[in-house]
């Protein structure tokens, strides 16, 4: 980390223990177990960002965008579609003044180019920017959303200065990196990426989308800070901090986007910029990854296409978890009743027995009668 990095996060009131600090000059010591340097290179667009940087969520809260911005997180990232465009509107409100201290990525879920577009000049207007540094096709889980007429809008959308770089964002990294990697106009992936989520299936994808030179952001990096988690499931306090460091050992992601619902929390992630992973962190993130088990889908989508009825498994897995791990029943309901009418009525508690055995443990049936129940 440069001195005035260093100075910064000690202004903002961090402790950095001396054997966790990590210069920006010894990149190679991430295999030694580092956390990693706090900022680094975002593939090749030339923007240096933060380790740990803010997926603001839903309802952002410009108490935590601030204090972020003390503690020199500097990539901020949003969606139109968070919160019908409120995320968007507080994020924009509480950067003022600011703007030009922070990489700032929002995301469209249009699929045609008149959609695409007219949600760039709302994210603009709602973020009060005239440009945003990442503009990211939001959930692009197949090649075939991954369109010619959508990639046409973002290159357009370049041009004209509206966004600097133009992003995927994806559930399955492993079904689209090939895609993305032969269009060759992506300058940054988004992808879910944590000890639960990760190897081995996601690391190679990642891995060749790093060497092309596209940088990646992981997200869904902390598991079970929040919301529901059944009472006998005893998780310990520190692991959402393990959880970063974990992710930040893998030099292939350039920065992580976890939501902090208050400043506490926000601490706690930053300092993975700056702290050894240890043994202990490991047996944490064992200890949880086992207590999760069978309640956390690691959408692997080895069940894609099993069920006869078409239940989207992993999707609806999703969508609890958004309620279950983060909270947040409104973005789980949302993206549920999202699904066409003949999906989302099919009741899982109708069959008998699942067809679906989950090789990661998943209670799948059980889970889905839960989704089904919760947010029909
Ligand atoms: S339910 Fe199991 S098999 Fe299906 S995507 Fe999730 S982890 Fe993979
Ligand atoms: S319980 Fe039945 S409907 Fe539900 S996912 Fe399994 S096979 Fe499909």
Known sequence: MAR?????????????????????????????????????????????????????????DP?????????????????????EGNSERI????????????????????????DIIKDMDASLKALDTDHVDIYHLHSRDTPETIT??????????????KTRFMG???HDVNAVANHILKIGKFDVVQTNYSY????????AAIARLHEAGIGVVAMKVIIAVAG????????????????LKWVLMNPAISTTVPYAKNTIELEMNARA???????????????????????????????????????????????????????????????????PDEIRSVRCSNCSLCVIQCPNGVEVRNRLIRAQTLLA
């Open 273 to 339: 910029m700056t702290e050894h992973y240890t043994p202990e962190d490991e047996k944490m993130l064992y200890v949880r990854n086992q207590a999760i088990r069978p309640l956390y889908c690691r959408m692997c989508y080895e069940c894609k296409g099993k069920c006869p009825k078409n239940v989207p498994v992993t999707d609806e897995l999703r969508f609890l978890a958004y309620n279950d791990f983060g909270g947040n029943f409104n973005q789980a309901r949302d993206n549920f009743l999202r699904m």
């Open 196 to 203: 639960a989520l990760g190897a081995p299936f996601r690391q």
């Open 228 to 243: 529901f988690v059944p009472k006998e499931i005893k998780l310990p306090q520190e692991g959402p901090l393990a959880a």
């Open 91 to 114: 994020t924009g409100a509480a950067l003022k003044g600011k703007r030009n201290k922070v990489v700032l990525a929002t995301k469209t879920d249009g699929r045609t180019k008149a």
């Open 4 to 60: 005035s990095s260093r100075r910064k996060f000690l202004q903002a009131g961090l402790i950095l223990p001396a054997a966790g600090f990590v210069s920006s000059h010894n990149l190679n010591a991430f295999a030694q177990g580092f956390a990693g340097a706090a900022y680094r290179q975002l593939g090749k667009t030339g923007l240096k960002v933060s380790g740990v940087g803010s997926g603001v969520g839903i309802t952002p």
């Open 148 to 161: 010619d007429e959508a990639v046409e809008a973002c290159e357009m959308l370049k041009k004209q200065g």
């Open 63 to 83: 108490d935590v965008i601030a204090r972020a911005i003390d503690l020199g997180v500097n990539y901020f990232d949003t969606a139109r579609g968070y919160g």
């Open 168 to 170: 995927v964002s994806t």
